[in-house]
């Protein structure tokens, strides 16, 4: 049964970069799908972040294009997500994901996720 | 960006149907996907592609689109469907965007 992981650092401080990896059991990051990263504020709703298709080609939400950079390594099978210039408004629980299939489907698998905290 | 407006809360009584709507412009145009979260949970996908269903969600759940809206319809509620729900759609300009999320109560 495929498994997704967050790990990473809870807290971090304005201006550093957020660096979160997503490791993957049962199952190939390259043999298929959208892997994907989507956060949620305290309290609020669900923001998708970008997501990257079978460990190769990467999509982004605009608003986080210019600080967002989503990457895989195959050899560990692990997604990873950097997020540069932080600020308040990047705490979240951010959540590791897998799509059905192409990303219009939805993602049917969600990490248990991982609570990022900024500030000083 | 592209927006996706849902009503802050809906309120059903058991047994009855909880209706989700979801509104953006030319959502007609794009792919709507359903997400229901509980308490302290991750979110899990009930609905995709605008109504079908992933394995494991009863049929209770079902989904249709107009123009400018989609909607969600849970069928016989239960205490257990007490959550958020959130669409999210694809497509052009959309692509990922959420809505804005409905907390269903069953009274």
């Known amino acids: 049964q495929l498994q997704l992981r967050e790990s990473g650092p809870g807290l971090l401080k304005p201006s550093e970069t957020l660096s979160l990896t997503c490791s993957v059991a049962?199952?190939?990051?390259?043999?298929?799908?959208?892997w994907g990263w989507i956060r949620q504020p305290p309290g609020k709703g669900l923001e998708w972040i970008g997501s990257?298709?079978?460990?190769?080609?990467?999509f982004y939400t605009p608003s986080l294009k210019s600080r967002v950079v989503i990457s895989s390594d195959t050899s560990k099978n692990e997604i990873s997500l950097h997020l540069t210039s932080v600020t308040a408004a990047d705490t979240a629980k951010y959540y590791c994901?897998?799509?059905?299939?192409?990303?219009?489907?939805?993602?049917?698998?969600w990490g248990q996720g991982i609570v990022v905290t900024v500030s000083s | 960006s592209y927006e996706l407006t849902q009503p802050p809360a809906v309120s059903v009584s058991p047994g009855q149907t909880a209706t989700i709507t979801c509104s953006g412009h030319?959502?007609?145009?794009?792919?709507v996907t359903w997400y229901r979260q509980k308490s302290g949970q991750s979110p899990v996908l009930v609905l995709y592609?605008?109504?079908l269903r992933p394995s494991g969600i009863p049929d209770r759940f079902s989904g249709s689109k107009s123009e400018n809206s989609a909607t969600l319809f849970i069928d016989e509620i239960e205490d257990l469907d007490e959550a958020d729900y959130f669409c999210?759609?694809?497509?052009?300009?959309?692509?990922?965007?959420f809505g804005t999320g409905t907390t269903v109560t069953v009274l």
């Open positions: 994901t897998r799509s059905i299939l192409d990303e219009s489907s939805g993602y049917s698998h």
């Open positions: 049962n199952y190939s990051i390259s043999s298929c799908c959208y």
């Open positions: 990257i298709y079978r460990g190769g080609a990467t």
């Open positions: 030319k959502l007609e145009e794009k792919f």
């Open positions: 592609h605008d109504a």
């Open positions: 999210q759609a694809w497509g052009g300009s959309a692509d990922g965007a």
